[in-house]
Every structure is written in structure tokens, then in C-alpha cells.
């Protein structure tokens, strides 16, 4: 390492002791620089109480998902103090806590370590965030009106080149109102495509750049297969097996489930919508009658059974993201409320899923303007969600599921009870 | 005067239903005692009670009996000015910790009677020695935080002082510092001036103050109230009358040199926590190498604290002098703070103070050892820490290294030397002279002109403070009438020398009132008795001049000895000293002690009587709790009060012993490094004189086991009933005492 290299040249420079005292053996240690910078990010990130910690390790022990061999959080809490951000980020640990809050609520100091944590996270994801400008832009409260602008610009852009003036004439072929006589699907799927593949290929970079600092860091060898250490984390995300150890927030299980397999039922509705519509028009397209399942533009009906799932699924992330908000205003005085950051995706989460649900009543409703503005704000927030994800805490997804997977690997992970 | 005895005895507290009263009463006539002089009552202490000995004293009563409680209890009741009064123990010593209603039982009572009275038959009452021309004033030796508080406090009061400053100003240590802590809120102004100028100031214009700066004192003579101190400055040499002494000359940081392992002297970039006050003093924070504005500052804590090759104890301010210096480099908001500690000791509220400054993302801090520091070039350094909590060995690059020194009384110095010259001169004339020749003399402080030296003693354990016994009487110093305050007593930080200052003040107002009326001070601060020598036997051995705690003693040339009453304590150690038995005090002497002994009724069939003496202060305190707790006592042990151990004298265990008693035993306070003498070297010279007891135990052929000396802190009362029971069962064990017979 770069360091060891720096370390053998100033050994090799160092002079000779004084006299008076005899020469004493050569010290061998890492160099080890502080961070102040970083540290004032942390502490403006969520961790305010960051330096409250004064390693008493009550943290640990009360934790159930650390580790016994070089536990988690209180490690992290001093290295956070002194600002040591590669020892923080290239480490399974930092995603390996899942936020119960436990050690918050039995912290002598009140140092919060299940928040410094959380802020630890954030800058993890901005830093292998790519762009990592967006990165950054997304943490800070300042530019979520930049952010959000952007969206509305490429459809108020869109809106303008297709000229709708009288919003209220706007119907399908039945007289209906119909979103997809708003903006044509083509037109909303030219910007979401891109935007789709734009935060796949994003995360994909961290995701990368995160298991190569980990392995470089922790010199631990993947062992086994990989594709085993995947599947078994799939399974305990599906089951939510970890937040079962938690103590303070243990209701918190149900609300993220919920919130979970109702993302899950809504990307099932859009293949399966994207299904109904290019199955229909390309079939048109090749002169064949389209299959009469293949129900073609939007809207459909209530009791088809895509949409069926699909508002199943609305409700359920609406309930679960109450929950979520529920949860953790109840929480709050023990375990931490959380910052901007886990905010700002709860609120937009809820965003997306008032302004759906709105949406399609307000449709149902037959109240044109309205429907059609709800639906424009709509595709914000759901632009907002999608194209920012790899910056946003969503990106938690993804950077938690790698560290279990790491963990898994290198045998760093804890038997759960 | 005549004796007119009454004898009081008191049924209550469990004494009616233990003992048989009217046998008692009987038994108590004795030589010039009657049946008229003897009265019981239900509860002695109770207003009637006490209103039935006021009224025979009233009526010529001047020697009293009273046979109750423990001394150390209801002593306001019992308090009849002008009459000789003695407590005897029977509810504490027999009532309480002996089985009810036995013949054994009752024998202990009776002979506690019988010593009761012989000891005021070998009494009088004391008149307290006042001496003339007393001077009301107080010196102060130190003009810095201490020294000024002190000055001030006692001047306040309307006491005039006598400051003397060996600086041209006033100030002292905190004079030096750039910015202090504050007193009050560690929220912001985290850090405040000193305003040590104000204080100055009003130390100078102070009507009750005389300032003497750049002057030292160069004689002290006399005892308190009797002063006379020489002091000599810019302006010549003056001397005067002093009733009590505020020492308060503080300390000197520890010779940074010493600390070659931590780069001092080796790298211009490594300094002292008081040498970088200096540089924060300056305005930006400049490093002495190259003056180049520091943004990393290391701070190594302990350096040479808390280590044996250094100063083994901890010097209590640094980590917070730290932590305030921490504050001068964040004033920077770019700089960084690291500080390496062993531990971080933030006393009492100043762990506010702590968690401030660690809440500033700037102040790093890691427990660690520090292995050494190193070069990292251009002027920076690395400190090497070892088991950090950051986890393995490290190295962190400063562009300064501040030392965290300790501090060292400025007593450490004289008394250091003054050993070494008393080691010299116990080899011979030439080594005395090598040494004088070889050793540079440090700048002593009070220059007494004591038989037992020009300073104060030094002490084991204490490290060179001036200390006499820290656990209770935290000014006191072995010299009667000087007290220390701040630093030069014990490390502290300037608010604690504040309180220390004010504190020790009050010691020597207390001192010098108890002078004017004749008093001991502490610990025996109600005692009018003094040391009576009848120095037409001394045969001038001078063993009271060497072994008084006290230094009190002073002697002619021909050896003769001369007590200084205001100096002395009252502790007795000279009755054990003297060969000859010529120190007397009115109530309290050899002659009354052994008589005690004697008037102890032994049977001469097979049952066991063992003496036990007992130190007045820890011991005596330590029975009376175990009494509370009704702990049974072997009922054959007779418990004999001391004023101290150090007081013991021989021939009591060679008299007891001829006179058949099975079993002596001594029982005093802790000595060595963690003492709890009262007076300071008292059980440790009993148990010196205890190692010549062989001796005389051989002479009359008995076994060495038959006499001992047990140590026992104040608190330790729940071992004694088995030291003591233990003790009983060993002698009766050995079986009778042979003399018996005789």
C-alpha cells in the first residue's frame, strides 16, 4: 500500500534518539490522517451528536447485528470522530447496521450512533455515487428545487411542443379522460427509458467501486459462491429476518415489507402495462388483430386484473409509507428521528403515491384540469424517485444488499438467532 | 484544690438491664469516694439528670464521674466548665458489646469505674498556658492566585496581612496563561480571561494588605502568635510579629527535559503546555521553529505524569489545560486539535468543560500510549501512539507537539536537598562536606528556625507537597500555625486553589484565636492541657526535641529541651520519648496511665485480663461504632484510651505485665505511605518503640506473643471484634500470666 511505502521512508529518514534516553525499538504504524472536513459533513449530515461518543461501547454490545470480532458501531464512532473516511466507506459494517436504533436509545452520552451511522451511509452513496455531483446535490435540502425543476421542465417542455391548450378537451377515443391523451406513452417512456437505464448504469458503478474498495480494504477473499451469498441475501431481505433483532423499532418490520412488495407489485403492473400496450400496438403495427387481453392504451378497467394489482399495490405503499412516517415519529425520542436525507425519500415516496392514487380518482372523477394537473406532478415526483435513486437513500437498496453479500462471503456476517 | 467527687451513673441505653446498678454502686466506694458521692439515674443525659449534677457542683462537686456513654457522644451535655470531668464507657465498652448479666460482665464495669477514678485522683484540671504580646497578623508567603485569595479573604475578615512575592509582581502562575477556564458556564465564552491584573490590584490598594514584592523570607523564629519573621527585599530587610502563616508559593512545571523521549529539546516544534500559553499569548498560534501559523496541533497528555521515572501522580489540571489550550488552537475553524491521553481527568463540573470541548469537531481525541515522537520533515512531526482506540499503532503528523507537564511544589526542592544533607551528615563530617560542596542549595521558602530543620518535613508518599495527613485536615502542615494552600499543597486547578486559599486563610484565623485562649488547634481543638516537663531530671537524651511530630521542641545547648506550647499539639508523643517519664500534662501522664493499669482487678484463679490501649482518633471511634452494630467483644480486654500511640510508653506493659495481666495490646491508626495518623508519625513510633518490647517481655521470661500492635483505619470496625477476639483466644491459649501468683 501507498501508505506502508511512505511509512518505510520516514523510518528510514528518522534520526537517532538523544542521548539520555536509549535508542528505542523503530515504530511500525499506519500513518493516519484526521479529516476535519469530513467530520463537519457528518456532523451537518444527521450526526450532529457524533462527537458526544466517548467509546464506552454500550453500542456494541447492545447491538444484535454486529459481528462479534470487531463489532459495529463503536468502531465507526471514533473513526467518524476523527474523520477517517476510507476506513468507514470501504467496510461492510457501515451497511451491515440496519438503523433499529437500539444503541441511540441506550447511548449514555446521547451520541446517537444509529444517526452518525445513518449520515456515514449518505456520504457513502454520494461518494460512489456517479455523477458524483448529483451526489452531492441531492443530500443538501438547498438544491431540491434545481432537482425538481428538472422534470418539470422536459414535460412542461414536452406539454408545450405538443400545444394542449384546453386541458379539459383532452379525452380518449371514449370520451374518457386518459393520460395517455395527455402525453403520449411514447413520449413518457422516451424520457423514463433512458432515466431507467441512466440510474442502472449509476448504481452499477458504485455498486462496483464499493466492492472493490471493500475487497482492497478489508484483504478478506471472497470465498465460495457468490451466486449463494446472493440468493441467501435475497432471502433475508424477503423476509426481513434482521429486523426482526431489533428492540426499539421493531414495528418498523411490517412498514418496510409493506413498503417493499408493494414496489415489487408496482413494477410487476408496469411490465405488465408496458405489456398491454406494445403487445397491443405492435401487433397493430404487424396488421394482426392484438389478443383481447392485450387491452392497448391506458386507462384500464378496475377490474382487469393488472390494475387490480396494480391500486393493491398503491394502497399498500401508501399504508406502508404512513407506517414508515408513523414509525419513526414514535421513535424518535429513543432511536433518532432521522435527517433531510431519509426525509426526502419518505416524502417523495409519498408524493408518488398521493399524487397516483389522486390521480386516478380525480380521473375516475371526471374532473379534467385537476386530473391532468395532479397527473403532471405525478410524473415528477415519479421522475425524481427513478432518475435519482442511485443519490437518494434509495440507493440503500442496493449498497446494503453488496455489504451482506460481502459479509456473507468473508464469513463477516452474524449468525441470526 | 481539694477534690469534691461525685460519682454519676446512668441506667439507660440497655446499662440497667445489663449490669447489676446497686452492686455496682457498692463497688464504687472506694479511698475517697462515699456512698453520698455516688448517684444513679434513669437517663443522665436527660435535662434532670444533668440538672442533678449541676446542682452538686453547685454545691462543691469539682471532680466528676460520669458513668455512661462513650466521650465521643453527648460531650455538650456533659461539659461542666470548671469541673474536672471523666466519661466512663460502660454502654458502648460494656453494655453493648458484652453478654448481659454476668459475673465477667459486671467485673468489666467495675474496673472501668475503678480506672475512671484513679485517672481524675491523677488529675487536674488544666489552666491553658496564654503567652504574652500575641500578634494578630497574618503572612502570606506567595502572591499568586493563592496567595492573593488567601491575603484577601483574611484581610476581608479585618485581619491584617503580610503578602510577600518573590516576583516584582503580582500574579504568580496565572500571570503566564493566556486565557483561563471560566468558573461558572462552559457554554460560550468557552474560554475567559484571567483578569489576574484585577485581583492584583486589589490585593495593593487593600487597607488590610501589605504587599512586599521581589522579597523573600529569609527567617522565620518563633511559634504562633509569636512570629517573628525577617523578610528581606528591594527595599531592605524588616521584621515582624506574625500570629500565622498562609503558605501558598504553588509550583513549578516539571523539567521538560527530562522528556528527551518525547522529542523536548530534541525538536524546536515540541513545547510545554506553559511555553505554548506563552505562544498563544502572541495572537495567531506560531510555531517556534519556522513561525508558521500551526493548523495541527498533537497534545501529548501525562507527559511524565502518572510515572514512576517522572511524577507519579497526576497533576489533576492538565487534561483540562489541554482542553482549554484545544480552544486556542479551534480558534482557527480550519485547525485541528489532537489530543493523546492515558486518561482524561475532568473533575467534578469541569467534565462540562470536557464535553464542550469534545463536542467541537476539531478537538480529536484518542486514548493512547505514546511511544515517542518523530521527525516528519519540514519542521513537522509524528507522534507515535500505540493502542489507540482508533485500533492498531498510528502515527499522526503535527505541525506542533504541546507536552502535557505536570506540576511540582515548589517544597520538593528544599526538602529534597535538606534529605540528602541529613543522609550526608548521618555518614560523617566528610561526606557532609562533599555534599554541600556538590549539591547547588535551592531557593528554601520559610527558613525556620526549627531544631528540626529550616523547612517542612518531608513526608513519605507525599511527594515533596507540603501535606500532613490529606484525609482530614487538608491545610495543616507538620509546622504549627503555617498552613499551605494551592498547589504547593496538593495539584489543582486556579478555581480550587481559590477555594483552598480561602480555606487555609481560615485555618490561621482559627489558629491564631485559639493561640489567645490557650487551645490546642486540630486535632484536639478543645484542649487547655499542655506539656509540663520537670526539667530538673532530664537527663537531655533529647528524644522528645527529635520525636516530637511537631518540631515544638526546642533545645539549649546543653540538650535541655524548651516547649513551645503554641506549636505543640497536644498528642503526647513526648511521654513516650522520655526516658525518664519527666512530661506530664495536668490530665494526662505515665504515672495516671499505668495507675489505670493497676487499679485493673485481677483475679488470681484462671481468668484472663488482657490491656488494650487504644488511639483516641481511629481506634477508640472504630470500637464505639462496632458497639453500635452490638458486635460481641471478649469480655476479659480493658480498653485504655490514648491521645495518640506515639505517646506509649514502655513501662505500662512491664508494670501490667508483673502485675499478671495476660494480654496487652496496642491498637493505632495506619502508618507508611497511606497513613492515617493524626499526628502524623504516632503509631509509626509506637511501633518502633514496640520493636524494643522483646526485650523486657524476656526479662520476666514471657512469650513475645503476649503483647501486640494492631493497625486499624477509622472504618475498619467490622474487622476488629475478630482481631480482637482472636487476640483473647491466643493468649488464653498460652495460658495465665505466671505472675498471677505473686
Known amino acids: 500500500m501507498a501508505e506502508e511505502k511512505i511509512e518505510a521512508k520516514t523510518e528510514a529518514a528518522a534520526e537517532p534518539q538523544v542521548e539520555a534516553t536509549p535508542a528505542p525499538e523503530p515504530f511500525v504504524g499506519d500513518i493516519v490522517t484526521p479529516d476535519l472536513k469530513f467530520v463537519n459533513e457528518i456532523m451537518t449530515g444527521g450526526g450532529e451528536s457524533l462527537k458526544k ?85 441531492v443530500g443538501k435540502p438547498g438544491s431540491l428545487v434545481p432537482l425538481l425543476a428538472v422534470p418539470a421542465v422536459i414535460f412542461g417542455i414536452i406539454l408545450a411542443f405538443l400545444g394542449h391548450l384546453n386541458l379539459d378537451a383532452i379525452r380518449n377515443e371514449a370520451g374518457k379522460i386518459a393520460y395517455s391523451s395527455l402525453i403520449k406513452s411514447y413520449y413518457i417512456d422516451g424520457v423514463f427509458v433512458p432515466i431507467f437505464l441512466f ?70 403492473t408496469t411490465a405488465w402495462a408496458v405489456l398491454y400496450l406494445y403487445g397491443y400496438e405492435i401487433m397493430h403495427a404487424m396488421g394482426k388483430t392484438p389478443y383481447s387481453w392485450l387491452l392497448g392504451p391506458s386507462p384500464y378497467p378496475l377490474t382487469d386484473p393488472m390494475k387490480i394489482l396494480a391500486n393493491l399495490s398503491a394502497l399498500g405503499l401508501l399504508i406502508g409509507i404512513v407506517l414508515v412516517i408513523n414509525n419513526r415519529l414514535k421513535n424518535q425520542e429513543k432511536a433518532g428521528k432521522g435527517g433531510y436525507y431519509d426525509w426526502l425519500l419518505i416524502y417523495i415516496i409519498f408524493a408518488v403515491m398521493a399524487s397516483g392514487i389522486l390521480a386516478e380518482l380525480v380521473r375516475l372523477a371526471d374532473i379534467a384540469v385537476l386530473a391532468y394537473a395532479i397527473y403532471f ?41 | 484544690m481539694e477534690k469534691k467527687f ?40 436527660s435535662p434532670e439528670g444533668i440538672q442533678l449534677i449541676k446542682n452538686d457542683i453547685k454545691g462543691g462537686t469539682n471532680t466528676a464521674i460520669i458513668v455512661a ?76 492566585i493563592s496567595g492573593m485569595t488567601a491575603a484577601l479573604e483574611a484581610a476581608n475578615t479585618g485581619y491584617k496581612v503580610f ?30 480571561d484571567t ?17 512586599y514584592k521581589s522579597s523573600r523570607v529569609e527567617k522565620t523564629e518563633g511559634q504562633p502568635g509569636l512570629f517573628d519573621v525577617t523578610i528581606s527585599g528591594a527595599s531592605g530587610t524588616e521584621t515582624v510579629k506574625i500570629g500565622a502563616i498562609v503558605m501558598a508559593t504553588g509550583g513549578v512545571p516539571y523539567d521538560a527535559t527530562k522528556l528527551g523521549h518525547l522529542g523536548y529539546g530534541k525538536f524546536k516544534n515540541v513545547v510545554t503546555n506553559v511555553e505554548f500559553e506563552a505562544i498563544a499569548k502572541q495572537g495567531p498560534i506560531a510555531r517556534p521553529s519556522d513561525g508558521k501559523e500551526v493548523t495541527k496541533v498533537a497534545f501529548i497528555q501525562c507527559a511524565g505524569s502518572r510515572d514512576p521515572e517522572h511524577l507519579p501522580y497526576c497533576s489533576s489540571m492538565c487534561c483540562a489545560t489541554s482542553l482549554k489550550q484545544a480552544r486556542y488552537v479551534r480558534q482557527n475553524p480550519n485547525s485541528l486539535a489532537m489530543i493523546f491521553y492515558k486518561d482524561i481527568r475532568t473533575p467534578g463540573r469541569l467534565e462540562a468543560f470536557y464535553r464542550e470541548a469534545q463536542n467541537d469537531a476539531g478537538v480529536m481525541l484518542t486514548k493512547g500510549d505514546v511511544h515517542g515522537v518523530s521527525d516528519a520533515g519540514n519542521g513537522n512531526l509524528f507522534v507515535e501512539v500505540e493502542h489507540t482506540l482508533l485500533g492498531e499503532k498510528a502515527k499522526f503528523e503535527a505541525d506542533l507537539v504541546v507536552l502535557a507537564t505536570g506540576m511540582v511544589p515548589t517544597t520538593r526542592a528544599p526538602q529534597e536537598y535538606l534529605d540528602g544533607l541529613t543522609a550526608a551528615v548521618a555518614k560523617g563530617d566528610e561526606p557532609k562536606k562533599a555534599y554541600l560542596e556538590s549539591t547547588l542549595k535551592p531557593e528554601f521558602i520559610l527558613n525556620l528556625a526549627y531544631r528540626q530543620g529550616p523547612e517542612l518535613p518531608s513526608l513519605e508518599g507525599a511527594c515533596g507537597f507540603a501535606d500532613s495527613n490529606f484525609i482530614c485536615f487538608q491545610y495543616e502542615t507538620r509546622r504549627t500555625g503555617i498552613y499551605a494552600a494551592g498547589t504547593v499543597r496538593q495539584p489543582m486547578n486556579m478555581t480550587e486553589a481559590q477555594e483552598d486559599a480561602a480555606g487555609a486563610a481560615f485555618k490561621a484565623i482559627q489558629c491564631i484565636d485559639h493561640v489567645a485562649k490557650g487551645i490546642s488547634v486540630h486535632p484536639r481543638a478543645w484542649d487547655l492541657s499542655f506539656p509540663d516537663p520537670q526539667l530538673i531530671r532530664c537527663t537531655a537524651c533529647k528524644r522528645c526535641t527529635e520525636e516530637c511530630p511537631f518540631g515544638a521542641i526546642e533545645e539549649d545547648a546543653k540538650g535541655i529541651p524548651s516547649f513551645n506550647v503554641n506549636r505543640c499539639r497536644r498528642c503526647g508523643t513526648c511521654l513516650g520519648a522520655c ?68 505517646g506509649m510508653n514502655l513501662v505500662w506493659i512491664a508494670d501490667a505485665m508483673a502485675k499478671g495481666i495476660d494480654g496487652f495490646l496496642l491498637l493505632g491508626c495506619k502508618y507508611g505511605e497511606n497513613y492515617q495518623c493524626h499526628f502524623v508519625k504516632g503509631s509509626e513510633l509506637a511501633n518502633y518503640r514496640f520493636s524494643k518490647v522483646g526485650e523486657t517481655l524476656s526479662k520476666l521470661q514471657l512469650e513475645a506473643e503476649r503483647v501486640q500492635l494492631m493497625q486499624v483505619a477509622i472504618d475498619e470496625y467490622h474487622q476488629l471484634p475478630d482481631m480482637l477476639n482472636t487476640f483473647a483466644a491466643k493468649v488464653k491459649e498460652m495460658g495465665p500470666n505466671p505472675f498471677k501468683e505473686f
Open chain 1, 377 to 417: 406532478v405525478h410524473l415528477i415526483v415519479v421522475f425524481f424517485l427513478f432518475a435519482y435513486a442511485p443519490f437518494s437513500k434509495m440507493a440503500h437498496m442496493l449498497y446494503r444488499a453488496t455489504a451482506m453479500v460481502f459479509a456473507k462471503a468473508t464469513n463477516r456476517d452474524v449468525e441470526l438467532k
Open chain 2, 579 to 646: 526516658p525518664e517519664r519527666i512530661v506530664s500534662f495536668k490530665d494526662y501522664s505515665v504515672d495516671m496511665i499505668g495507675s489505670m493499669i493497676k487499679a485493673i482487678d485481677v483475679p488470681e484463679e484462671d481468668v484472663f485480663r488482657i490491656v488494650c490501649l487504644v488511639c483516641e482518633n481511629d481506634a477508640y471511634p472504630a470500637l464505639d461504632t462496632l458497639a453500635m452494630q452490638r458486635k460481641q467483644i471478649d469480655t476479659c480486654i480493658r480498653f485504655i484510651s490514648l491521645r495518640c500511640l506515639g
Open chain 2, 195 to 211: 483578569d489576574i491584573e484585577k485581583t492584583a490590584k486589589e490585593v495593593e490598594s487593600h487597607p488590610n494588605i501589605k504587599v
Open chain 2, 163 to 192: 503578602l510577600v512575592e518573590k516576583e516584582p509582581e503580582l500574579g504568580g502562575f496565572a500571570r503566564k496563561l493566556y486565557k483561563k477556564i471560566p468558573t461558572r458556564d462552559f457554554k460560550e465564552p468557552i474560554i475567559v
Open chain 1, 199 to 268: 440510474a442502472v448504469v449509476s448504481l452499477a458503478i458504485g455498486i462496483l467501486r464499493y466492492w472493490k474498495d471493500m475487497k482492497q480494504a478489508t484483504g478478506a477473499v471472497p470465498q465460495g459462491s457468490i451466486l449463494s451469498a446472493i440468493g441467501e441475501t435475497i432471502g433475508e431481505i424477503l423476509t426481513h429476518r434482521r429486523f426482526e433483532q431489533c428492540n426499539i423499532t421493531k414495528d418498523r418490520k411490517l412498514a418496510h415489507m409493506l413498503v417493499l412488495f408493494s414496489f415489487a407489485g408496482l413494477a410487476i
Open chain 1, 53 to 137: 461518543c466517548y467509546q464506552c461501547a454500550t453500542c456494541s454490545v447492545v447491538c444484535n447485528l454486529t459481528p462479534e470480532d470487531n463489532p459495529f458501531p463503536r468502531k465507526e464512532m471514533i473513526h467518524a470522530q476523527w474523520g477517517l473516511k476510507d476506513k468507514l466507506f470501504s467496510n461492510p459494517d457501515i451497511w451491515l447496521c440496519h438503523q433499529c436504533g437500539d444503541c441511540t436509545a441506550y447511548c449514555p452520552r446521547g451520541a446517537k450512533p444509529g444517526e452518525v451511522l445513518n449520515a456515514v451511509r449518505k456520504l457513502s452513496i454520494e461518494h460512489y455515487a456517479a455523477p458524483s455531483f448529483l451526489g452531492k446535490m
Open chain 2, 6 to 45: 461525685g460519682v454519676y451513673i446512668c441506667k439507660g441505653c440497655g446499662i440497667g438491664e445489663s449490669l447489676d446498678i446497686e452492686k455496682l454502686t457498692k463497688v464504687s466506694k472506694r479511698g475517697p469516694i462515699q456512698e453520698e458521692h455516688i448517684k444513679v439515674h434513669d437517663v443522665l443525659c
Open chain 2, 69 to 144: 456513654c462513650s466521650p465521643r457522644v453527648k460531650y455538650e451535655e456533659f461539659d461542666f466548665p470548671g469541673c474536672l470531668t471523666e466519661r466512663v464507657n460502660i454502654r458502648e465498652f460494656v453494655a453493648w458489646t458484652q453478654p448481659p448479666n454476668d459475673e465477667e460482665t459486671q467485673a468489666l464495669a467495675e474496673d472501668y469505674i475503678a480506672m475512671g477514678t484513679v485517672k481524675v485522683q491523677k488529675s487536674d484540671l488544666p489552666t491553658p498556658a496564654i503567652l504574652e504580646n500575641l500578634s494578630n497578623d497574618l503572612l502570606v508567603i506567595g502572591g499568586g
